[in-house]
């Protein structure tokens, strides 16, 4: 599952939207949380979480390796470790091409209604 971060507009998104997003339970974002250290977003004073476009991405990295790529989480802690900075632009890079293949098909879509 990839989240489009440059087509996220708010500054903070709850935690029920980070949820929906990935469509996964708000337990487990906060077991993430507790997890994986690096993934810190603010909270309010009633203590409600608020994510940045910064921690969805963390979230996207955590969420491809854990469910789409199978790994443990200790296998995720070490490729993260390993290859954070890696891992980041790899993130861009798909996001990037994901956004090109869309504008592809809008034009090829274009291009079917003039024929």
């Known amino acids: 599952m990839m989240i489009e971060i440059e087509k996220l507009t708010k500054l903070y998104y709850s935690i029920g939207e980070v949820s929906e997003m990935f469509n996964v339970s708000k337990?487990?974002?906060r077991y993430w949380?507790?997890?994986f250290k690096f993934l810190t977003p603010r909270k309010n004073k009633k203590?409600?979480?608020r994510f940045t476009k910064e921690n969805i991405q963390q979230l996207q990295i955590i969420f491809?390796?854990?469910k789409e790529r199978g790994?443990?989480?200790e296998g995720a802690k070490q490729e993260i470790k390993n290859n954070r900075k890696n891992l980041m632009e790899h993130q861009k890079v798909i996001e990037k091409l994901r956004n090109v293949r869309q504008k592809l098909k809008s034009l090829r879509s274009e291009m079917t209604e003039e024929e």
């Open 71 to 73: 790994f443990t989480l």
């Open 47 to 49: 203590g409600d979480r």
């Open 27 to 29: 337990s487990l974002i």
């Open 64 to 66: 491809n390796l854990v």
């Open 33 to 35: 949380e507790t997890e």
